[in-house]
């Protein structure tokens, strides 16, 4: 399956990145020579099979550490704004958000 | 269900999705504290702002309490549940996608009971999820844009999603007052809901009788149980108003504006309609093993149905008596020590329904914030019981114990000289004078006037200053006039 | 500045050094300088982004203290580098953490990655930061915004990546050792492409908390170096469980060295693999594979016969599955990740914007280069809504088959062998096609989608004198046989030694 340049623009939306409308035709290119290779993939016959979303459940049984409910932090706020776009009050600024 | 009342001809179908923040000390993925209200981003650390290089480290105390409240609603607790990313730009949300629960959350199935209106209804839960709460966009004008503060980001979640079992307003209501006790009685959530403790979405839609569901638009962030009823009214009227125009319904998030009391639809949700969830790489999957339920279980506190039920078995309480002293954990408590204290439940439950409850709704407080003690109530209900003072006295003394000041519940009948005169031979001086000045109200007696003998007992309680015994003053008079 | 007596200083690895500096030798404030001098005269090599000698002069004034105090520890004073995607302390260490990106330029972490915390506390010395692919997504370390890294044995020719400022800087001789990670071959490939040695360890096995993320369930840190035994050296204390990291493993720590020098069962000074059965898949030796590689590659399997190891033929059905699976769990994983570069909390915010989406958008255009933007896309369509099962859940399900493959494979083998990458490191700023950068990955991406531990060592040198590296595969956690055949091959050769000539 090939995709189309609406379905580029769409998903160039949908991750918050602006194309010129040259990046998109390059952009498409690329992608449908790389889902080229996909079809190949699509062709496997994974029925039954358990996808392995961590490598080591290869061999093992992995579960979830859990850590205490514990307060371990202090207040950083200073070293952690230290690269901020725009802060004011301690807020991070952004432009306005309309619900 | 009983067949649901129709508004303008039409059902209304309602689903609630209710976000409880769990009570634990520190966030759900990081040890930054919940505590609310500190100076903005004081508590975010760098796991909430999703510093490069931070990860995720799942809290045991929020999974703790998502299992205590699948028992209680008698639901699956699911042995493996996933943790998966709900993708989406959104300036209060740091990472670009929320952690949440998505195909196996980790309560399934269960239900809510309660009662409207005398009858007993049953609303089905679809499921309930953990998940991590979001930040908060300050709209107070920082010349022209948004203020975040990302102190909330992180505060872990359980979003409780039930079925669209609900078909009127004050169903929804009483449906969210029953998991509000229960999530509070559980000690899970703090149910403060002016903080967003205990926040409801609400799923509604129209039909008409018998036809298919109607499509439904969700109302976001109701953080008042009035507010819930207002909303869900406002966007019936709206939407049957629509459909009798024969406009169709699009699938909308809608707000609600207290101020005005109606809905809109939100501008910044249009096109966040694509998630792209898959299961979270940095989280393994959630392993709850039966130990673990079983440990939870035999910690948890009995729950307001088994309570209420067991008041009315043993204490001989009247449904709605038990149903009042159920109302929260710490009124039955207090219940339960005045009831021993004075050995007489249904006495103590009226106390508890009449006086207490009216000073607690009154000064808008919980009764675990009240400064009288279930033993010193307990002490008057005894007198009141052995007629050492009246019922109107007993509301005297009453008074004096609410405040906490006084506390000895004998000491204060004495100063008040509110001691019922229960020896006959004084009162019945005080009878036959009575009956000596009242020669007209007796004849009346006799000629079969029983109001005549009601102003003879006035009389003597008048001339007893209060504190003959009624019943024995009545008993006396009878026998002379016999 | 180097005196007579610390001539040659830079071409000791880690173990020399650390007894040199143990028997005062020279001191690690002498070293540093040496280095120092050596990175400023070969800087047009590109293989670092940051640097800052003062605070690096201060870490070797303190391990000469303990030194001297006799409260140092193996790794106390040892001169490294760090790859630009680990974050650095910025208040502790002058040093600015980028990934290679524009997005970050700049940017001031306000705390170490586990790696680095564990490296600083056993008293090495942080000579830098050094240059990589952006967000670690490339393989010639051409997606740097920051210019590429050269590869010093023909500088018009590229270091491999995504670690290429890292193997850069090893091969230069510039530091002995630096870190590296790999999410699809970016410390094997690189190591092959330089001559050095590399590892890769199980997945699990070094923290991933402060490595900025590419693909969460891939990326693993490994050190990079002149020897297995350096490379041993370092992992024992670059490794380790984590509490801050849910897919650390959770296991006691481990000494590599010791592991590495465990002679083996009905071993012999001159035998010391006797015994040892390495596989060969098939798979990787495709017709396709070049001469000079397969060359190499084929007499070094011959040594390694020569030391007592017997070769056995296995079969990976799946090595060609591997390039479309790992490119779409891998985009997908990495589309998510960077969702929280947003110009809201860190890093670079477009200058001239409109309203909240526009800031996003221009944002995330400028902060982004083009092949990170393409991975983006990737995987945003790939787990887009009606497409998420034929793409992300099909490729994930083909991992498994792919890590159950070489369980099937170690039924018959101890050791997995084969070539790093098909071809030598190729040349500088011709316009490849992703797609051709993607088709280059195929030998080593097999064993990071299983979560294997790999390795890269020198095999000797190919087409244009350049080094060709051989892959050795283990099975989960087995890092100290893999380090123990590398060892025994390097005890036997001398490829590792050879110096590129600047």
Redesign the interface.
């Known amino acids: 399956m090939a ?1 189309t340049l609406q ?2 623009s769409r ?9 010129s409308s040259a990046e998109q035709t390059q ?1 498409l290119e ?2 449908n ?2 889902f080229g ?2 079809e ?3 062709a ?1 016959d ?1 029925s039954g ?11 093992q ?13 202090t ?3 200073e ?8 802060v ?12 | 269900m009983s067949a649901p009342a129709l508004i303008r001809g039409y059902e209304v179908v309602i689903g609630l999705e209710t976000h409880a923040q769990l009570s634990t000390a520190s966030k759900i993925f990081s040890g930054a504290s919940t505590q609310f209200g500190a100076a903005p981003n004081t508590q975010a650390c760098a796991v909430d702002l999703a510093l490069p290089g931070t990860l995720p480290v799942m809290n045991k105390g929020a999974v703790e309490r998502a299992i205590q409240f699948g028992l209680a609603v008698h639901a699956k607790v699911a042995p493996l549940s996933i943790f998966a990313r709900k993708n989406y730009f959104y300036p209060d949300l740091p990472k670009g996608y929320q952690i949440s629960q998505y195909e196996i959350p980790v309560v399934q199935g269960g239900k809510v009971e309660f009662v409207l209106n005398g009858q007993k209804k049953t609303v089905r839960l679809t499921r309930a999820h953990l998940e991590e709460d979001a930040g908060k966009s300050l709209h107070e004008d920082y010349q022209g844009q948004t203020g975040i503060d990302l102190n909330r980001a992180g505060t872990p979640l359980l979003e409780i999603v039930s079925e669209p079992d609900m078909r009127s307003s004050a169903e929804a209501v009483e449906y969210a007052k029953a998991l509000h006790t229960l999530v509070v009685w559980l000690g899970i959530c703090d149910g403060n809901m002016q903080e967003g403790s205990f926040r409801c979405d609400a799923n509604v839609s129209v039909r008409k009788p018998g036809a298919p569901f109607g499509t439904r638009r969700e109302i976001k962030n109701l953080n008042s149980f009035r507010f819930l009823q207002q909303a869900i009214d406002f966007e019936v009227q709206w939407q049957i108003d629509r459909v009798e125009d024969g406009l169709p319904i699009e699938q909308a998030t809608v707000l609600f504006n207290p101020d005005t009391g109606e809905t809109r639809a939100m501008r910044s949700k249009e096109d966040a309609a694509d998630y792209r969830y898959f299961p979270d790489p940095d989280l393994p999957p959630l392993v709850i093993s039966p130990a673990w339920v079983a440990r939870v279980k035999t910690a948890m506190p009995e729950l307001p149905a088994a309570m209420a039920e067991r008041f009315v078995r043993e204490d001989g309480l009247p449904e709605a008596d038990a149903a009042l002293m159920t109302q929260s954990l710490a009124f039955a408590r207090f219940y339960e020590a005045v009831r021993d204290g004075c050995g007489t439940p249904k006495l103590a439950a009226n106390w508890l329904m009449g006086e207490v409850s009216k000073r607690l709704n009154a000064e808008g407080r919980g009764i675990e914030a009240a400064a009288l003690q279930p033993a010193t109530l307990a002490a008057l209900i005894r007198r009141v019981a052995d007629s050492t003072v009246s019922n109107n006295g007993a509301r005297q003394v009453f008074e004096l114990l609410w405040s906490g000041a006084q506390t000895d519940v004998d000491a204060i009948i004495e100063a008040q000289g509110l001691k019922q005169m229960n020896d006959s031979s004084a009162l019945l001086a005080i009878v036959d004078e009575v009956i000596a000045a009242n020669a007209k109200s007796v004849e009346e007696f006799r000629a079969g006037k029983e109001k005549a003998f009601n102003a003879l007992v006035g009389q003597v309680m008048k001339a007893s200053k209060g504190k003959a015994n009624p019943a024995q003053a009545g008993e006396l008079l009878r026998q002379r006039l016999g | 500045m180097s005196t007579p007596v610390h001539d040659g200083l830079h071409t000791l690895g880690v173990a020399a050094l650390a007894r040199g500096l143990a028997a005062k030798a020279f001191s690690s404030v002498e070293l540093t300088q040496v280095l120092q001098a050596r990175m400023a005269q070969h800087a047009g090599l590109g293989a670092f982004l940051a640097t800052n000698p003062d605070t690096a002069l201060a870490e070797a004034r303190a391990a000469d203290a303990a030194i001297a105090t006799g409260t140092a520890g193996p790794l106390t004073g040892i001169p490294l580098a760090h790859k630009d995607i680990f974050v650095t302390d910025f208040a502790r260490s002058g040093l600015a953490t980028t990934a290679g990106s524009q997005m970050l330029k700049g940017y001031a972490s306000p705390f170490d990655a586990t790696v680095v915390a564990r490296l600083v506390a056993a008293g090495t010395v942080t000579l830098g930061k050094l240059n990589c692919d952006e967000f670690a997504m490339g393989s010639a370390n051409e997606n740097s915004a920051y210019g590429p890294a050269r590869n010093p044995w023909d500088p018009t020719r590229v270091p491999g990546g995504s670690s290429g400022g890292s193997a850069t800087a090893v091969a230069a001789r510039l530091v002995p050792a630096a870190t590296g990670t790999d999410t699809g071959g970016s410390i094997r490939q690189p190591a092959s492409f330089t001559g050095i040695t590399g590892i890769k360890p199980t997945y699990g096995v070094c923290s991933r908390y402060g490595m900025v993320a590419f693909a969460s369930s891939l990326d693993q840190a490994g050190p990079m170096a002149r020897s297995a035994e350096d490379c041993a050296l370092l992992l024992s204390a670059m490794s380790g469980f984590d509490e801050r990291d849910a897919t650390s493993a959770e296991r006691p720590p481990q000494d590599f060295h010791a592991q590495m020098l465990q002679p083996r069962a009905g071993a012999s000074a001159a035998k010391p693999l006797q015994g040892l059965r390495i596989g060969l898949p098939k798979e990787f030796f495709p017709a396709a594979l070049a001469a000079d590689v397969n060359g190499a590659v084929r007499s070094a399997l011959a040594e390694l016969e020569k030391l007592g190891a017997t070769l056995v033929d296995v079969s990976l059905p799946r090595t060609e599955l591997s390039i479309p699976v790992y490119y779409l769990i891998a985009p997908a994983e990495a589309s998510s990740n960077l969702s929280r570069f947003d110009g809201v909390k860190f890093g670079h915010r477009a200058a001239q914007h409109g309203d909240l989406l526009d800031m996003y958008k221009k944002t995330r255009a400028e902060g982004f280069g083009p092949e990170v933007k393409r991975r983006i896309m990737i995987g945003t369509y790939v787990l887009s809504h009606g497409y998420y099962d034929a793409y992300y859940l099909q490729a994930q399900k083909l991992r498994r088959m792919i890590a159950d493959d070489f369980q099937a494979c170690f039924q018959h083998c101890d050791v997995i062998a084969g070539p790093v990458a098909p071809t030598v490191a190729w040349a500088l700023g011709q316009q490849r096609e992703p797609l051709q950068d993607y088709l280059a990955d195929i030998f080593t991406l097999p064993g990071s989608l299983a979560g294997l531990p790999g390795m890269s060592v020198p095999a000797g040198f190919g087409e244009g004198g350049l080094p060709v590296g051989l892959q050795l595969i283990g099975n989960y956690f087995q890092e100290g046989q893999l380090l123990h055949t590398a060892h025994a091959l390097q005890q036997a050769t001398d490829f590792h030694l050879k110096e590129p000539q600047l």
Do not use: C, W
């Open positions: 995709l379905e580029v998903i160039a939306h949908l991750a918050r990145l602006e194309l952009m690329q992608l020579g790389f290779i996909v190949q993939m699509s496997v994974t099979v358990e996808p392995l979303y961590t490598p080591l459940s290869a061999v049984a992995v579960e979830l550490r859990l850590r205490e409910d514990r307060v371990t932090e207040n950083q706020r070293a952690h704004q230290r690269s901020a776009p725009a004011e009050d301690g807020l991070f600024l952004v432009p306005k958000v309309i619900e």
